[in-house]
């Protein structure tokens, strides 16, 4: 069996708990916590300059000298160094989100952990384009460093992209590639976004992280508000969805939390200024195994460095490129030369029938029409019925290509099937709808859309099989499985069912429900609620 790289290694275990679990904010963005096991170590601080200091002459002998700052090493030295965006400490909403951060240090470790094959990529991408270095942490909010990650609200990869915004910067998305997941083309899309942003919003930085949360223009309408109301228009004094007002804070909150992480017991890991990994070319389409198995790579480490790619090969009209670990290129470079393209992945024949056309038959086998006519040496589209092509097909069995979209969604299946007591699959026909569909089995739509790894508005093939859990007339147990945890509230004086849900991003009709409340009494001072909270989403 091959051999997984050590410096990748750990980072494979911790993404197979993680996969189907994404259940972020849109972009429109959230943060995501994952129960994932990690170790980390502690980081040494940056070792201070010696000081020249005036002596008398007669001890010139033992003047001590002034030195070069030593060259910062570590990346996350080299982050704290850097930081330039003012921490706001005195903001009460800064000040909830370091207290949630600093009580669960272990969830920050694991995350900066996760981050480990990404961050000089991105860290490096951020200074070159002379940006706050903060933003190399924003996909702490975004994703908890997750590319895998995937939102209710449609959103993907480490920076959370909702399609329409994915292809304004011209993120492809097709069968075989999502370049929302990809590192290289995803950063580089987020940071010419938000370039844009500061620009659009006179260099203010806090107002351009609201925007790439929740839109420029509900900044911007925000703003004229409170202009028209002779309001100051910065970030703080700025009414804006609970779920932006919570987003800026969780930034400056991280910051603080790194710049000083020994005061909060976070121990973090040393990350070595250089680069994780290389990008290597590979010129035509390639089965991942058969990639993974040339550099003695385990194939869930090369879909680590490659979140991108959707399936069992990489995407026949490209980007025909691999990133893999820096002492794993060569190598892949050296086979790659070795071996033609059509060697690069496994073919099986097909016989043409009358009326296919190589469009058809690309759409059937979710191949191009380029690759099949170069494949078969084909000089048109002209194709004879008895005549046979190559069509390309995956080299080991599925289950070998542990992180393709198709694993990851059956592994969200299996779990939340383990946890049901009976479960059926709906087959989607001709104009079905998501909402159709939970209204007919009576269910919560996000539940539906959350069990088969969608999102409530993605549209639906007729032919595809939906996984539906029995209702069993409550859906309690379900809420506590959705949520991250289950919290004590004591009722303050002012208080109101809309306000306790609004501040934790729950439903009136939960609260009701899970404290069995009497429409017609009303809250008491210090009467204690039950409540199942996602704590990203809780102010």
Known sequence: MPLISSRIAALVVSTLVLSGCQTLSEHTQRSTADEVSSQSSNIAERPAQKVVTQVSPEKESIRPTAHEPEAVTDLWQQTRAGFSLAPSLDQPRVKAQLKWYSKHPHYMERTLKRAAPYYH????????????????????????YDPFAYSHGRAAGAWQFIPSTAQHFGLKQTWWYDARRDILESTDAALTY?????????????????????GGGNVSKAIRKNTKQGLPTDFWSLQLPNETERYVPKLLAVTELLRNHDQYGLNLPSLPDEAFFSVVDTQSQVDLAWAAKLIDLDVEALYLLNPGFNRWATDPAGPHRLLVPTDKAA???????????????QWQRYTIRSGDSLISIAKRFNTTVTLLKTSNQLSSNRIRAGKTLLIPTASQQADSYVLSEVQRHQRQQNRVKSKAASSRYHTVKPGDSLWQIARSYKVNLKALARWNNMAP???????????????????????????????????????????IAGRYNVAVTDIKRWNNLDQSKYLQPGQQLTLYIDVRKAR
């Open 331 to 345: 190598q892949l470079k050296a086979a790659l030369a070795q071996t033609p393209p059509e060697k690069r992945m």
């Open 194 to 214: 938000l370039e844009q942003l500061a620009k659009r919003f006179d260099g203010d930085w806090l107002l351009a992280l609201a925007a790439y949360n929740a």
């Open 457 to 499: 508005g993605d549209t639906l093939k007729p032919g595809k099989k939906l996984l539906i859990l029995a209702s069993n007339g409550s859906s309690r147990s379900d809420d506590i499985r959705a949520k991250n945890r289950k919290i004590g509230y004591r009722v303050r004086s002012g208080d109101s069912l809309h306000k």
């Open 121 to 144: 990529h991105i860290l490096q991408q951020v200074q070159q384009r002379g940006l706050p270095v903060e933003l190399a942490l924003l996909p702490i909010v975004e994703s908890a």
